[in-house]
């Protein structure tokens, strides 16, 4: 299985500010997917993250607002621009692979104020 | 829409019990079934994966599927209180594309 490295693991911000999060895995994976999962819910999928193409975008998710960066097959970077307190969550990254199963980064918690 | 149905709970059952997790899912296309363990504050951590209809088992874990039903169960077996967690039923859709589509969890807790 893949180790997956996330940081910052938390991050208090202002509202109207960025924040990057960065996802290294300590192999090349196909696919990388980013997760937002708010406070007492699910994880829901934001976007998979495409190596060498803008990433693909789950409904009610737009590139504004959360821009992805894959510029190769060990990295990924998720922003959320212009935070707002309901950007508030944990935001997880993963990998795939259809042969085998998905993992996890120890996620970033986000509280905007 | 496709979706993963799980009771929220929560689950309690005493120390040395079976817990049974339940999940439902609505695609009968469905392929890869997974069920995940969450400890509150931490990200989810793989327990069980399930491709074929059947039991398939791992130490105290046993992960059921039934595709006619599609209906996916994990019976934990000898319950310990260090499994009170969020387990998280997680189905793939979309075969080669991936992306996992999480039920809302149930909370288990096992009782001392």
């Known amino acids: 299985s893949a180790v997956i490295s996330q940081k910052p693991s938390r991050d208090i911000c202002q509202r109207g500010t960025s924040l990057t999060i960065q996802c290294q895995v300590d192999?090349?994976?196909?696919?990388m997917f980013w997760y937002r999962q708010q406070p007492g819910q699910s994880l829901t999928l934001i976007a998979t993250?495409?190596?060498?193409?803008?990433?693909?975008?789950e409904s009610g998710f737009v590139i504004d607002k959360f821009p992805i960066s894959r510029p190769n097959l060990t990295f990924s970077t998720l922003t959320v621009s212009n935070m707002s307190p309901e950007d508030s969550s944990i935001y997880l990254c993963?990998?795939?692979?259809?042969?085998?199963?998905?993992?996890f980064g120890q996620g970033t918690r986000l509280t905007v104020v | 829409q496709k979706e993963v149905e799980q009771n929220s709970g929560p689950l309690s059952v005493p120390e040395g019990a079976i817990a049974s997790l339940n999940c439902t899912y609505s695609?009968?296309?469905?392929?890869?079934f997974f069920w995940y363990r969450q400890y509150s504050g931490k990200s989810p951590e793989l327990i069980m994966s399930?491709?074929?209809?059947g039991d398939k088992e791992d130490g105290r874990f046993t992960a059921q599927l039934n595709k006619a039903s599609q209906y996916v169960s994990l019976l934990i077996r000898d319950s310990q209180p260090s499994d009170s967690a969020t387990y998280l039923c997680?189905?793939?859709?979309?075969?080669?594309?991936?992306?996992?589509?999480f039920g809302k969890g149930t909370k288990l807790s096992v009782k001392p």
């Open positions: 993963s990998d795939y692979d259809p042969n085998t199963e998905a993992f």
């Open positions: 192999s090349q994976v196909t696919m």
């Open positions: 993250a495409n190596q060498g193409s803008e990433a693909t975008y």
């Open positions: 695609d009968r296309g469905s392929q890869s």
């Open positions: 399930i491709y074929s209809n």
């Open positions: 997680a189905v793939n859709y979309g075969g080669s594309q991936g992306n996992l589509i």
